[in-house]
């Protein structure tokens, strides 16, 4: 949070537009909690396999010497300052994510938060990363009381805010959609460099073919667990087959599971009779995504509200949105 704004913002060159370093293993491979905590504390000091401390390996994880910890936050608040055109005496206060999420990665930057804080005396104020998202959401596309659908790595919700509260009318009762595309990234091979998720759309373009796979809506919820079985199942058969490319797969995995994210948003914003819809976190970047829930708006008169690739894993957005006193300066987790 800063006091005056001067300059703009750029954006980076990459697909994936993260400011932040990012935490990516070998094609084929997910990661562990361990494996992203020490991503988090390591900075230019090299102790395991593919020149990376812990990447594609599931060993004991070798631990960095103490000067090395925590030190990718330093050029990175240099980089958002450079950015942003302010200094530390702009800074009016220092918003950390306290949860949820995982416990290494909340840690690291929690105790980053609060080092700021003390060295720039200003107040430390945790954020809902849940909220966070949302509210960020709403500053950068100026959405005024739209319906949500929040879909990334770890949650799938659809949401709308009434009696002061972000109330939850849709989610999915097993596997979180991102979590979801990531597995089946892993599943036929594609790198997860910037992203599986960015992969699978790149990919899904080139797709001619739409295979039947499971479809499964629940009232207003969705599952997840028995559409990634059946691929399981069935893409090694297809590919060795012939019957179907790497391409098809990705197309139709995209079209059967973004369907049943529009179907259960659309009986939300029936229930609640709102006419828009804004979609946030990593999943929502998907402009395939993006084109059947703004079309699904439109014929209901509304229209769609979506983030870019830069905000949906950044931060830096939330703190000025969320009311002080959802705010009181405490202590990180």
């Not at 319906?147 to 805010?161: E, H, M, P, R």
């Not at 207003?220 to 559409?227: E, H, Q, R, T």
């Not at 059947?292 to 690739?309: I, N, P, Q």
Request: glycine share 12%; aromatic share 4%.
């Amino acid at each position: 949070m800063r006091r005056r704004a001067r300059g703009g913002r750029r954006a980076r060159p990459s697909p994936s537009h993260q400011p932040a370093p990012s935490f990516i293993t070998p094609p084929g491979q997910g990661f562990l909690p361990r494996e992203t905590a020490l991503h988090h504390q390591v900075c230019g000091w090299r102790g395991g396999r593919g020149g990376q401390a812990g990447v594609g390996t599931r060993g004991p994880l070798p631990t960095p010497p103490p000067a090395c910890r925590q030190q990718h936050i330093i050029p990175l608040v240099q980089q958002a300052l450079a950015e942003a055109g302010v200094t530390p005496s702009d800074i009016a206060a220092v918003a950390y994510t306290k949860g949820p999420g995982m416990g290494g990665p909340l840690v690291s930057c929690a105790v980053a938060a609060r080092a700021l804080s003390l060295l720039w005396r200003v107040p430390l104020l945790p954020v809902n990363h849940c909220v966070g998202h949302i509210e960020m959401g709403r500053l950068v596309t100026g959405a005024v009381d739209p319906v949500v659908l929040y879909a990334s790595g770890g949650n799938t919700q659809v949401i709308a805010y009434s009696k002061q509260r972000y109330r939850i009318f849709g989610e999915t009762i097993d596997v979180a959609v991102g979590n979801a595309l990531d597995r089946f990234a892993r599943l036929v091979g594609l790198p997860n460099d910037p992203a599986p998720g960015y992969n699978i759309e790149q990919e899904a373009k080139k797709g001619v073919k739409l295979i039947p796979l499971p479809y499964v809506v629940k009232g207003m919820d969705v599952a997840m667990s028995g559409l990634l079985s059946a691929v399981e199942e069935a893409a090694p058969r297809l590919l060795k087959s012939g019957e179907a490319t790497v391409a098809d797969l990705c197309f139709s995995m995209q079209e059967t599971v973004f369907a049943a994210l529009v179907e259960i948003t659309e009986r939300a914003m029936a229930h609640v009779g709102a006419p828009d819809v804004l979609i946030v976190g990593g999943v929502g970047c998907n402009v395939r995504l993006q084109e059947m829930m703004g079309t699904m708006a439109a014929e209901r008169g509304g229209r769609l509200y979506a983030t870019g690739a830069r905000q949906r894993g950044g931060r830096g957005g939330w703190a000025p949105r969320l009311p002080p006193a959802s705010h009181p300066s405490s202590s990180p987790p």
